[in-house]
C-alpha cells in the first residue's frame, strides 16, 4: 500500500475506520467451544514458556470464563490497566488503518473464529491469535507503550514509503518476540503464544536461528508467514524494546534504503548468538513435509 494510492473503502457492515459490532450474542456454542479448547490447550502449555507479563496479564483479563470474551467486558479492565481498547474488525484491515487504530491504543481484533478442522494453522489472525495472542500483553505498561509508539511510527513509514522496514520490527517483536529472562527464554509474541506447536518449537527446536535483538538489523530481515519462522529475535526486557522506538527513525530510514537485506537463515556480523540453528525443519520443505 504506497503513500499515495486510497484506502480501500471498509467492507459493508463495517465504520469508516473499519471496524463493526463484535455481537457476541451471535456466537454460536461451538464456535465457544473452539476457543474453550484452543484457551485450555494454551495455557496448559504457557506456564514456563510464556513470559510473567503475559500469564498476568492472562489473568487479569480473566479470560478464561470459557468462550469468546466479550470485547466490552475486557474493555474495562484493559483500559483501567493501559488505556487500550480490543475493537472488532472483520479481519486484516489496510496498514494505514491499522496503525491509526495502534497509535490511538485502540488494538483491531478478528471478530471471527477458526473452524475446528483449523485449530492449528490459519493464515489470517481470528479473534484466539488476536485477543489471546496480543491483548494480554497490552496490560503491561511498557508493551502498551511500545504498540502506541509502533502505531505512530507506523504512520511516519507510511509516509516514506518505507512500511516493509517496519513491518518486520512489527513481526520480529509483537508476533514472534522471544524475551531473555534468568530462567531462560520467554514467548511473548503473539503468533508464537497462541500455537501450540509454534510454543514448542520456538523455544526449543534446534533449528530455528535465535540472535540478539537489534533494531536495524531486524528491520532487514525477511520473514515467512506460512510457516514456523527460521530466525527469532531476543530482547532483553521490554524496556529495551520501548526504548529502541524512541530513537529518531530518520537516519535508520536512510540507511536502510542502502542496505541489502540479511539472508533469514544467515547469522551476520555483530550478531549476538543464543542459538547456532540448524535450518533442519526449514530444510526438510517444513510444514507441507511434516502435515
Ligand atoms: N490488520 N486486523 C489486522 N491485524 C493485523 O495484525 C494487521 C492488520 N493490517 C496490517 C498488518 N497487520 C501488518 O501489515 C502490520 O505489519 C502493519
Ligand atoms: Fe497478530
Excluded at 165 to 178: I, P
Excluded at 190 to 197: E, N, P, W
Excluded at 206 to 215: E, H, I, Q, V
Excluded at 218 to 239: H, N
Amino acid at each position: 500500500m504506497s503513500a499515495d494510492s486510497p484506502t480501500p473503502t471498509p467492507p459493508p457492515g463495517a465504520r469508516s475506520d473499519w471496524t463493526i459490532d463484535q455481537d457476541w450474542q451471535a456466537y454460536s456454542q461451538s464456535e465457544h467451544d473452539v476457543w474453550t479448547t484452543l484457551y485450555e490447550r494454551q495455557t496448559k502449555l504457557l506456564p514456563g514458556r510464556a513470559c510473567n507479563a503475559f500469564l498476568k496479564g492472562l489473568d487479569a483479563l480473566d479470560l478464561h470464563r470459557g468462550g469468546i470474551p466479550e470485547f466490552s467486558r475486557i474493555n474495562e479492565e484493559l483500559n483501567r490497566l493501559t488505556g487500550w481498547s480490543v475493537v472488532a474488525v472483520p479481519g486484516l484491515v489496510p496498514d494505514e488503518v491499522f496503525f491509526e487504530h495502534l497509535a490511538n491504543r485502540r488494538f483491531p481484533a478478528g471478530r471471527f473464529i477458526r473452524k475446528p478442522d483449523e485449530l492449528d494453522y490459519l493464515q489470517e489472525p481470528d479473534v484466539f491469535h488476536d485477543v489471546f495472542g496480543h491483548v494480554p500483553m497490552l496490560t503491561d505498561p511498557t508493551f502498551a507503550d511500545y504498540m502506541q509508539a509502533y502505531g505512530q511510527g507506523g504512520m511516519r513509514a507510511l509516509g516514506r514509503g518505507q512500511l516493509h522496514n517496519l513491518a518486520r520490527l512489527y513481526w520480529y517483536t509483537v508476533e514472534f518476540g522471544l524475551l531473555e529472562t534468568s530462567e531462560g527464554l520467554r514467548i511473548y509474541g503473539a503468533g508464537i503464544v497462541s500455537s501450540r506447536a509454534e510454543s514448542i518449537f520456538a523455544l526449543n527446536d534446534p533449528s530455528p536461528n535465535r540472535l540478539g535483538f537489534d533494531l536495524e538489523r531486524v528491520m532487514r530481515t525477511p520473514y515467512r508467514i506460512d510457516d514456523f519462522q527460521q530466525v527469532y529475535f531476543v530482547i532483553p526486557s521490554l524496556k529495551a524494546l520501548l526504548n529502541a522506538t524512541l530513537q529518531d527513525f530518520e537516519p535508520i530510514y536512510q540507511r536502510l534504503t542502502q542496505a541489502p537485506d540479511i539472508d533469514i537463515d544467515v547469522m551476520a556480523p555483530g550478531d549476538r548468538v543464543f542459538t547456532c540453528g540448524t535450518q533442519a525443519y526449514a530444510m526438510a520443505g517444513g510444514r507441507l513435509a511434516s502435515a
